[in-house]
T-cell receptor, first 110, second 115 residues
Framework: SQQGEEDPQALSIQEGENATMNCSYKTSINNLQWYRQNSGRGLVHLILIRSNEREKHSGRLRVTLDTSKKSSSLLITASRAADTASYFCATGAYGQNFVFGPGTRLSVLP | DTEVTQTPKHLVMGMTNKKSLKCEQHMGHRAMYWYKQKAKKPPELMFVYSYEKLSINESVPSRFSPECPNSSLLNLHLHALQPEDSALYLC??????????????FGNGTRLTVT
């Protein structure tokens, strides 16, 4: 299975702090994507990093990918209460459906 | 607001009822998906339509029946469901033929409760 697995399962931080979530996977991938889901809502695509990329930025988000370790991390800097959500990684390979990891539940306390 | 619209937002149905979930997108995407999500779990893929043809059925029970009337619409017909089918049902769309791992655009889902 190429399923991504997030770590930690739950994370609680204060506003203004940085939040780091990790994702590990088992097989070769073409890309890895991160999604956010607010409670009871649909998932929102945050960022896609391709297998030949090592780091990508989008606003306060920074994603790294280490294909040798089959792992990725999502860093949210200067967190806000509005960042409270579940975050999922999804690994993809061409010709295969990508599969979501179990997710990290982030709570940002004011 | 999302560009994928799902109706209804909430649905309560008995085990003998027949109901339908609807999904609409106008982004010109040619791949559309149904996912099922239980509480505190990731979405699980049910069906994929690519260019209005069913391309993937992830061994979903026949009490769930998908339909893609045109490139913008996706339905999920429900019949004789079980209480364990209660979940959030998410529709998504993406560019391309599916399985190319383009980003998914999700609707906000239908919260289904089977009594």
């Amino acid at each position: 299975s190429q399923q991504g697995e997030e770590d930690p399962q739950a994370l609680s931080i204060q506003e203004g702090e940085n939040a780091t979530m990790n994702c590990s996977y088992k097989t070769s991938i073409n890309n890895l994507q991160w999604y956010r889901q607010n409670s009871g809502r649909g998932l929102v695509h945050l960022i896609l990093i391709r297998s030949n990329e090592r780091e990508k930025h989008s606003g306060r988000l920074r994603v790294t990918l280490d294909t040798s370790k089959k792992s990725s991390s999502l860093l949210i800097t200067a967190s806000r209460a509005a960042d409270t959500a579940s975050y999922f990684c999804a690994t993809g390979a061409y010709g295969q459906n990508f599969v979501f990891g179990p997710g990290t539940r982030l709570s940002v306390l004011p | 607001d999302t560009e994928v619209t799902q109706t209804p937002k909430h649905l309560v149905m008995g085990m003998t009822n027949k109901k339908s979930l609807k999904c609409e997108q106008h982004m010109g995407h040619r791949a559309m998906y149904w996912y099922k999500q239980k509480a505190k779990k990731p979405p699980e893929l049910m069906f994929v339509y690519s260019y209005e043809k069913l391309s993937i059925n992830e061994s979903v029970p026949s009490r769930f029946s998908p339909e893609c009337p045109n490139s913008s619409l996706l339905n999920l017909h429900l019949h004789a469901l079980q209480p364990e089918d209660s979940a959030l049902y998410l529709c998504a769309s993406s560019q391309g033929r599916g399985r190319t791992n383009s980003p998914l655009h999700f609707g906000n889902g239908t919260r289904l409760t089977v009594t």
